[in-house]
T-cell receptor
Framework: AQRVTQPEKLLSVFKGAPVELKCNYSYSGSPELFWYVQYSRQRLQLLLRHISRESIKGFTADLNKGETSFHLKKPFAQEEDSAMYYCAPNTGFQKLVFGTGTRLLVSP | DAGVTQSPTHLIKTRGQQVTLRCSPKSGHDTVSWYQQALGQGPQFIFQYYEEEERQRGNFPDRFSGHQFPNYSSELNVNALLLGDSALYLC??????????FGSGTRLTVV
């Protein structure tokens, strides 16, 4: 079945620690992949697109087609990174399928 | 640019009633997608409108219908409301494959 999996509901780290939010997908073809973030009391917003290969707020994400993964990483977490993170492949015509999300909590 | 605006922000309806939610896309965007986000879950795709037609549909019953107007704004209609329809309804607009811009959502409570 086609789906996206974010295995961790909650990831709790200390400030300055490395962070990796996992995302695995099972879609045929080569979907475009996105990470969306939702900070407290704010709307969902785009964080990263895999085709842009950019780093936003220190986050990067590498698409591994062999493992069908698109993990989000940051070498040194900051308190302001605390938020809900969603992995979402574009399955065609801009139809995004969201994972269940991972809540990142960065403690001082 | 106000981005994506949704109205109303909150709504309480009784089981069996009908509801209409509205969305104005970001300026320059031509595609509107609707999502349902239940508590503790990721957004679930309801349907997408492009050029005033439903282009794609998720796994939602026919009670969920929509419309897109010539100015690209959109409505989501839900008939015969069930308690399980209580959720945050998100509208997102886009232009080609550049990622969505989301609205703040409409919180629907069915009692």
């Amino acid at each position: 079945a086609q789906r996206v999996t974010q295995p961790e509901k909650l990831l709790s780290v200390f400030k300055g620690a490395p962070v990796e939010l996992k995302c695995n997908y099972s879609y045929s073809g080569s979907p475009e992949l996105f990470w969306y973030v939702q900070y407290s009391r704010q709307r969902l917003q785009l964080l990263l697109r895999h085709i842009s290969r950019e780093s936003i707020k220190g986050f990067t994400a590498d698409l591994n087609k062999g493992e069908t993964s698109f993990h989000l990483k940051k070498p040194f977490a900051q308190e302001e990174d605390s938020a809900m993170y969603y992995c979402a492949p574009n399955t065609g015509f801009q139809k995004l399928v969201f994972g269940t999300g991972t809540r990142l909590l960065v403690s001082p | 640019d106000a981005g994506v605006t949704q109205s109303p922000t909150h709504l309480i309806k009784t089981r069996g009633q009908q509801v209409t939610l509205r969305c104005s896309p970001k300026s320059g965007h031509d595609t509107v997608s609707w999502y349902q986000q239940a508590l503790g879950q990721g957004p679930q795709f309801i349907f997408q409108y492009y050029e005033e037609e439903e282009r794609q549909r998720g796994n939602f019953p026919d009670r969920f219908s929509g419309h897109q107007f010539p100015n690209y704004s959109s409505e989501l209609n839900v008939n015969a409301l069930l308690l399980g329809d209580s959720a945050l309804y998100l509208c997102a607009s886009s232009l080609r494959s550049r990622g969505y811009t989301f609205g703040s959502g409409t919180r629907l409570t069915v009692v």
